[in-house]
Nanobody, 124 residues
Framework: QVQLVESGGGLVQAGGSLRLSCAASGRTFSSYGMGWFRQAPGKEREFVAAITRSAASTDYADSVKGRFTISKDNAKNTVYLQMNSLKPEDTAVYYC?????????????????WGQGTQVTVSS
């Protein structure tokens, strides 16, 4: 079992930045990769970014590439999502999740445990 707690969401103007954190407990953090997803009202939950267990490799959705950065601190059992140049279309609830396989997937089915989510609202 893994417990995940996200934080860092909030209201920000377009062009601003936020850093989301996801603290994990319950299993050796360095043994699994992590992902971030988001879900806007009325839409499906979608992939945002993922990172391998050693943090050696990352993957991003095209919509956030170049603006968002995922990182993983195994000593602090925490994964981060630095979000820069935010746009109104980034408004959503953001979720972190534990990857099931060696290489984190872009599919929701590739994740075992999910946090409760944190709201990000970007005003125009």
């Amino acid at each position: 079992q893994v417990q995940l707690v996200e934080s860092g969401g909030g209201l920000v103007q377009a062009g601003g930045s936020l850093r989301l954190s996801c603290a994990a407990s319950g299993r050796t953090f360095s043994s699994y990769g992590m992902g971030w997803f988001r879900q806007a009202p009325g839409k499906e939950r979608e992939f945002v970014a993922a990172i391998t267990r050693s943090a050696a490799s990352t993957d991003y959705a095209d919509s956030v590439k170049g603006r968002f950065t995922i990182s993983k601190d195994n000593a602090k059992n925490t994964v981060y999502l630095q979000m820069n140049s935010l746009k109104p279309e980034d408004t959503a609830v953001y979720y972190c999740a534990v990857a099931r396989g060696w290489i984190p997937s872009r599919l929701k089915s590739g994740y075992d445990y999910w946090g409760q989510g944190t709201q990000v609202t970007v005003s125009s």
